[in-house]
């Protein structure tokens, strides 16, 4: 697990981009989605993306490769939904472990074979971790506010099958991601420090949260700072942002904490704001150019792209890294 802190120290590492925008390109239909094995499944499951390792694995595969190709260093398992609890509206809870398993084999694949034709570059899989459907912390009903759709233990005990499935798959690291209520991250964390304790390993967990809009708090109502220091009691491998913003928007939040922490900080912004249709616009010469901003404040030490991105972002971010140093650290984690 040591290689990530050697490459962390040694340049700016680049995440790859969206899955979801690149498997709209293929315009699955629902036959594509259910394959042979599904035929006869019961619900719909167009749109289940995690499914798609399972039932269409070349095109999952393809997608890895060409954000390799396009400079990453970091791939995200296809298994952002990969939970019971996500995976109760396809009445698939029981493909949960297979679904987290196939998906890391499939990206650890691909990165054996880019590590191995350029052995100075290793290639690392991210197990990544999504929020589930649900809020620990709100509730959904606004006559209720003392109800709760889940609670920390259901959410412990599905984040822990994930996580499990996931490093029995092959990941080198694990991504909690988009986190917007950070409750729900900590039965993410809280879990992962499980496995490690009932496994005795060490693997190194990246953590990134939402803003979700100006007002620069998550969803559940912290700060950059706030929920920086809620977690870090935690040995992270990294701290960041995602999703919900632009690369511009989102610089602020990352300043607010970037001389706050001893962890590597990561970004990976949106192609800019959704438009009318729910598209995104931002090119890649205009992201990277906003994304170059980070770096020339010493902001960051692994960047990439969420919705609306494509290898064609991540080569303009990926050349632009190249030419800077990464965020220096007093002391990376090392577990």
């Given at each position: 697990?040591?290689?990530?802190?050697?490459?962390?120290?040694?340049?700016?590492?680049?995440?790859?981009?969206?899955?979801?925008?690149?498997?709209?390109?293929?315009?699955?239909?629902?036959?594509?989605?259910?394959?042979?094995?599904?035929?006869?499944?019961?619900?719909?499951?167009?749109?289940?993306?995690?499914?798609?390792?399972?039932?269409?694995?070349?095109?999952?595969?393809?997608?890895?490769?060409?954000?390799?190709?396009?400079?990453?260093?970091?791939?995200?398992?296809?298994?952002?939904?990969?939970t019971t609890i996500a995976?109760?509206?396809?009445?698939?809870?029981?493909?949960?472990?297979?679904?987290?398993?196939?998906?890391?084999?499939?990206?650890?694949?691909?990165?054996?074979?880019?590590?191995?034709?350029?052995?100075?570059?290793?290639?690392?899989?991210?197990?990544?971790?999504?929020?589930?459907?649900?809020?620990?912390?709100?509730?959904?009903?606004?006559?209720?506010?003392?109800?709760?759709?889940?609670?920390?233990?259901?959410?412990?005990?599905?984040?822990?099958?994930?996580?499990?499935?996931?490093?029995?798959?092959?990941?080198?690291?694990?991504?909690?991601?988009?986190?917007?209520?950070?409750?729900?991250?900590k039965a993410a964390l809280?879990?992962?420090?499980?496995?490690?304790?009932?496994?005795?390993?060490?693997?190194?967990?990246?953590?990134?949260?939402?803003?979700?809009?100006?007002?620069?708090?998550?969803?559940?109502?912290?700060?950059?700072?706030?929920?920086?220091?809620?977690?870090?009691?935690?040995?992270?491998?990294?701290?960041?942002?995602?999703?919900?913003?632009?690369?511009?928007?989102?610089?602020?939040?990352?300043?607010?904490?970037?001389?706050?922490?001893?962890?590597?900080?990561?970004?990976?912004?949106?192609?800019?704001?959704?438009?009318?249709?729910?598209?995104?616009?931002?090119?890649?010469?205009?992201?990277?150019?906003?994304?170059?901003?980070?770096?020339?404040?010493?902001?960051?030490?692994?960047?990439?792209?969420?919705?609306?991105?494509?290898?064609?972002?991540?080569?303009?971010?990926?050349?632009?890294?190249?030419?800077?140093?990464?965020?220096?650290?007093?002391?990376?984690?090392?577990?």
């Amino acid at each position: 697990m040591s290689n990530i802190h050697k490459a962390l120290q040694d340049r700016i590492l680049v995440l790859d981009g969206a899955m979801g925008t690149m498997l709209q390109a293929y315009k699955f239909t629902e036959a594509d989605f259910r394959s042979e094995r599904f035929k006869n499944y019961p619900t719909s499951l167009q749109g289940n993306n995690d499914l798609l390792s399972i039932t269409q694995p070349q095109a999952i595969k393809d997608i890895h490769a060409k954000y390799f190709e396009a400079g990453a260093d970091i791939i995200e398992t296809n298994t952002f939904s990969s939970t019971t609890i996500a995976m109760a509206d396809y009445q698939m809870e029981d493909l949960v472990y297979e679904l987290n398993y196939q998906s890391a084999k499939i990206a650890k694949e691909v990165a054996s074979v880019f590590t191995a034709k350029e052995p100075h570059k290793p290639r690392f899989v991210a197990g990544s971790i999504g929020p589930t459907n649900r809020t620990a912390s709100m509730s959904p009903d606004v006559n209720d506010p003392g109800y709760r759709a889940v609670t920390f233990n259901e959410l412990r005990i599905a984040y822990k099958q994930q996580v499990e499935a996931l490093i029995d798959g092959g990941v080198d690291l694990l991504l909690v991601e988009t986190v917007f209520d950070t409750l729900n991250a900590k039965a993410a964390l809280f879990a992962i420090e499980e496995v490690k304790e009932d496994r005795n390993i060490n693997i190194p967990i990246m953590l990134s949260g939402t803003i979700t809009d100006a007002s620069g708090r998550t969803l559940s109502g912290q700060t950059a700072e706030a929920f920086l220091i809620s977690v870090s009691h935690i040995p992270l491998l990294s701290i960041g942002f995602n999703c919900a913003l632009g690369a511009n928007l989102l610089q602020p939040h990352l300043e607010a904490i970037a001389n706050k922490t001893n962890f590597a900080i990561s970004a990976h912004p949106n192609a800019g704001l959704p438009n009318a249709f729910g598209n995104y616009d931002e090119s890649p010469e205009d992201m990277g150019e906003q994304i170059e901003a980070y770096f020339k404040k010493n902001l960051i030490n692994i960047i990439g792209g969420c919705c609306g991105t494509s290898p064609e972002h991540i080569k303009v971010i990926a050349a632009i890294a190249a030419k800077y140093k990464p965020r220096p650290t007093l002391t990376l984690n090392t577990v």
